[in-house]
């Protein structure tokens, strides 16, 4: 199928279906009638938003659109072939976000551009690929699409940031479709810093080949209303999914993660560690499920979700599932709900660490288990400056 006629049936689907409301079991905690209700633009402006290159290889978008000026992306290894999604074609875009849900159908049908990355066979790119999203075009829709591509035992490290001007209303809808290759490795970062004024959903999707490693780390801080639906699908055996996240929510902000992990095959691994930290009346829901498919056998698989609430007002609905039809394997899911321990807050004091150091310690302790698990140190660095700067107005 072409990409003219993709488009045209994901506009069909869409039309045919509509957005989903809170009578779908998939979003009854997540009400995006705010956006349905809302009529977005698609006309293009230039952003005036600042950045911080994280690598010598950037692609940056304004608005939804690449800026060629903005962007570098001349010196590459052999073989490796980046540039815009309207400019390159691969038969496989499309294949995975498959017009499942209403934010991928209308993805598909209006995207105005995105990163294209494909990584050939053996090679090993030591520079990670810094994807900038920038946003504050007041009531603009932002569909993006990116395919990343890892050939058989290539590595490639992908970084894709998110960032909006302060109090801009607009929505970013952004899918990502990554295709690991046997033996291929993709380290894929996702930061979101969007306006706390904007609505932010995004579809990643992944799938795996024999003795394949994907890694996805995701940091959430911005947008009022925000979903991720992160999917991957194990099919060779030896292949291994990690995904980790932590999602840091304040004033009414509500933001909503999906995972979905399909072990087709047997002999294959996935670890999934999501942490929540909450202040004021923000609500987060996390929902991760495992299938274990009949023939997976030696299965590895386990699933974590805790959240940490700073004030009396934040909410969390965490559910996580499991699904096994196999019967030689090895997996867990566990979810915690919880406030600082008061007990650890006082030996702190009694050691003269005062109270809103200590504070500030144990809650970024609580998040640290999920930056340590960051590979990439230029990503790890950023990540954690945002992480300290969210805290310091953190309630006490």
């Not at 050939?151 to 001007?165: L, P, R």
């Not at 929510?249 to 095959?265: G, N, P, S």
């Amino acid at each position: 199928m072409d990409l003219k006629d993709l488009r045209e049936k994901a506009a069909a689907d869409f039309k045919a279906n509509g957005f989903p409301t809170t009578k779908d079991e998939q979003w009854r905690f997540t009400d995006v009638s705010r956006v349905a209700n809302t009529e977005f633009s698609t006309e293009w402006t230039a952003a005036s938003v600042d950045f911080e290159p994280l690598s010598k290889i950037v692609l940056v978008f304004e608005n939804g659109k690449l800026s060629r000026k903005k962007s570098s992306f001349d010196e590459l290894p052999k073989g490796v072939c980046i540039g815009s999604i309207l400019d390159l074609v691969d038969p496989r875009i499309g294949t995975l976000a498959d017009s499942q849900s209403a934010f991928v159908s209308s993805n598909t049908a209006c995207f105005s551009d995105g990163a294209f990355i494909e990584v050939p066979e053996g090679v090993q790119m030591d520079t990670p690929i810094h994807l900038v999203y920038l946003a504050d075009a007041e009531g603009v829709a932002l569909h993006l699409r990116n395919f990343i591509s890892a050939g058989k035992g290539s590595a490639v490290t992908v970084i894709e940031e998110y960032i909006g001007q302060e109090n801009a209303t607009y929505w970013t809808n952004a899918v990502t479709e990554v295709f690991v290759a046997d033996e291929g490795s993709v380290d894929h970062y996702k930061v979101q810093c969007e306006s706390a004024s904007s609505f932010h959903f995004q579809t990643l999707e992944t799938h795996l080949g024999t003795n394949a490693i994907f890694s996805n780390h995701t940091v959430t801080l911005g947008s009022v209303l925000g979903r991720n639906d992160i999917r991957g699908k194990l099919a060779g055996e030896g292949g291994e999914a990690i995904c980790n996240g932590l999602y840091l929510l304040k004033d009414k902000q509500h933001f909503d993660t999906h995972i979905f992990m399909d072990h087709a095959v047997p002999k294959c691994n996935s670890h999934e560690l999501y942490k929540g930290i909450l202040d004021d009346k923000a609500w987060a829901v996390f929902c991760g499920r495992i299938l274990v498919q009949k023939d997976a056998q030696e299965t590895d698989a386990i699933q974590s979700n805790a959240n940490l609430l700073l004030s009396r007002g934040a909410k969390v609905n965490t559910l996580p599932q499991l699904e096994i039809y196999a019967d030689d394997v090895k997996c867990t899911h566990g979810a915690t709900i919880g406030e600082l321990n008061e007990t650890a807050l006082y030996y702190l004091q009694t050691r003269g660490i005062d109270p809103i150091k200590g504070h500030a310690m144990l809650t970024f302790a609580f998040a640290n288990e999920v930056l340590d698990e960051v590979k990439c140190k230029t990503a790890k660095t950023y990540i954690e400056g945002l992480v300290h700067d969210w805290l310091e107005n953190a309630s006490i």
